[in-house]
């Protein structure tokens, strides 16, 4: 998937301080829980444009190699820990390398708005 690649969490103005420190935890300890078999991770959503409001979740695309009902568990636990230390909302939605990678995936509203919106963390 072609796209503008941004990897400077401190470019992130569409976050409060907070969000941005619990989006970089939670980066790192993915990274280090899955290294490799991670894929992509993007802010997608409202963050991302910086169109929020104050009730507003960070949404987080993550593409792995494979996904398994332990992974997806341990994704919403970091999420969660990263919530409550906070006091954000890191909202994820994961996806293994062949479902993100199907065209019709990638031609879909929601496709086309991570790939044109997106920031790649």
Same mark, same amino acid.
């Given at each position: 998937?072609? =796209?503008?690649?941004?990897n400077n969490?401190?470019s992130l103005?569409?976050?409060?301080?907070? +969000?941005? +420190?619990?989006?970089?935890?939670?980066?790192?300890?993915l990274?280090?829980?899955?290294g490799?078999?991670?894929?992509?991770?993007?802010?997608f959503?409202s963050?991302?444009?910086?169109?929020s409001?104050?009730?507003?979740d960070? @949404?987080?695309l993550?593409?792995? @190699?494979?996904i398994? %009902?332990q992974?997806?568990?341990?994704i919403?636990?970091?999420?969660?820990?990263?919530?409550?230390k =906070?006091?954000?909302l890191?909202s994820? %939605?994961?996806y @293994?390398?062949?479902?993100?990678?199907?065209?019709?995936?990638q031609?879909?509203?929601?496709?086309?708005?991570v790939?044109h +919106?997106?920031?790649?963390?």
């Open positions: 998937m072609e =796209h503008q690649q941004q969490l401190s103005s569409g976050l409060t301080l907070d +969000e941005r +420190e619990a989006v970089f935890e939670f980066v790192k300890r990274r280090a829980l899955f490799p078999s991670i894929q992509e991770i993007i802010l959503g963050k991302a444009r910086g169109q409001g104050g009730n507003s960070i @949404d987080i993550i593409v792995l @190699d494979k398994s %009902i992974i997806k568990k341990a919403s636990e970091l999420a969660a820990e990263q919530n409550i =906070h006091n954000v890191i994820t %939605i994961r @293994d390398t062949a479902t993100w990678g199907n065209p019709a995936i031609a879909s509203p929601f496709g086309q708005a790939k +919106e997106g920031i790649w963390l």
